[in-house]
């Protein structure tokens, strides 16, 4: 979220980007995202779905993904970017904490 606007972003270890980011803004209020991500193998294509309130918002085609592992020293944040940040969008306005309320985290692994 960046000033309403839903944005994603798929950092490939700073070779290739994949990003999207919403013309329109949020309307305040409870909304649920969903990020479904798709990867077959570490290193092969992929997908990612962004729905907003079961709506999909945008979906990305990877042509390559992380082949094994981000970097060991990176770290996996909700609400805030603590490590490098994961955007040149926000390089700026690190750690980019987002000022609304996030009332809870799933992650699935299928």
């Not at 839903?6 to 490939?12: D, H």
């Not at 945008?58 to 940040?85: W, Y």
């Amino acid at each position: 979220m960046d000033e309403g606007a839903i944005g994603y972003e798929y950092n490939l270890m700073m070779i290739e980007r994949y990003t999207t980011l919403s013309d329109n803004k949020l309307s305040a209020g409870k909304h649920q995202l969903k990020i479904s991500t798709q990867i077959e193998k570490p290193g092969s294509p992929g997908r990612v779905v962004i729905e907003v309130d079961g709506t999909t918002f945008a979906e990305l085609a990877l042509k390559r993904t992380v082949p094994l592992a981000f970097t060991a020293s990176e770290t996996f944040d909700v609400g805030a970017d603590l490590g490098s940040p994961v955007s040149k969008h926000y390089y700026d306005r690190r750690p980019f904490d987002f000022d609304g309320h996030i009332e809870s985290v799933k992650i699935t692994l299928d």
